[in-house]
T-cell receptor, first 113, second 110 residues
Framework: SAVISQKPSRDICQRGTSLTIQCQVD?????MFWYRQQPGQSLTLIAT?????????ESGFVIDKFPISRPNLTFSTLTVSNMSPEDSSIYLC??????????FGSGTRLTVV | QKEVEQDPGPLSVPEGAIVSLNCTYS??????FMWYRQYSRKGPELLMY????GNKEDGRFTAQVDKSSKYISLFIRDSQPSDSATYLC??????????FGKGTRLHILP
């Protein structure tokens, strides 16, 4: 299965600022997924990032708040913009599917103060 | 009704016991069923992946799917303290979107 490197692993940010999270995969993949895991909650899909096209956002998530880049088949970034304390969460990237389950990065633990 | 229901626990069992973790789901269209293990400060790790009803075994782990009841289970035999983690069930009806349960926190007591 693919190996995913995600960084930063954690950060503490001031409200109103933005944070960009990077996800690097050791093999080429068509789709990459970004999830949010709020305390005590299940993982929620934010968006699906395909190389060469705009990301597809799930209900409740918008591009202005969570812009995503996908410059090639092994890399993606998620930016959390104009942060508020409600954005404090764990953010995870993921690859996989195709009948074989999904692999996750180790996550970025974000605290907004 | 939520698409996936999972008791959050915590569930504490003595070392060596058999652990039973369960989820129910609402939509019979779901075809793929997964169990993930998540240690503290780590991303989820795929444990079991199954497509059909019935049992799938991998070492000390057995995944069970009952599509008629919309019920999935994970059994851990001879539980070890290293099994202490949060276990998330997940379901999918296509390969580009999966829905997770909230996860069950499991503590194996030495």
């Amino acid at each position: 299965s693919a190996v995913i490197s995600q960084k930063p692993s954690r950060d503490i940010c001031q409200r109103g600022t933005s944070l960009t999270i990077q996800c690097q995969v050791d093999s080429q993949v068509t789709m990459m997924f970004w999830y949010r895991q709020q305390p005590g909650q299940s993982l929620t899909l934010i968006a699906t990032a395909n190389q060469g096209s705009e990301a597809t956002y799930e209900s409740g998530f918008v591009i202005d708040k969570f812009p995503i880049s996908r410059p090639n088949l092994t890399f993606s970034t998620l930016t959390v913009s104009n942060m508020s304390p409600e954005d404090s969460s764990i953010y995870l990237c993921s690859v996989g599917g195709g009948g074989g389950g999904y692999t996750f990065g180790s996550g970025t633990r974000l605290t907004v103060v | 009704q939520k698409e996936v229901e999972q008791d959050p626990g915590p569930l504490s069992v003595p070392e060596g016991a058999i652990v039973s973790l369960n989820c129910t789901y609402s939509n019979s269209a779901f075809q793929y069923f997964m169990w993930y293990r998540q240690y503290s400060r780590k991303g989820p790790e795929l444990l079991m992946y199954t497509y059909s009803s019935g049992n799938k075994e991998d070492g000390r782990f057995t995944a069970q799917v009952d599509k008629s009841s919309k019920y999935i289970s994970l059994f851990i035999r001879d539980s070890q303290p290293s099994d202490s983690a949060t276990y998330l069930c997940a379901i999918s009806n296509r390969d580009d979107k999966i829905i997770f349960g909230k996860g069950t926190r499991l503590h194996i007591l030495p």
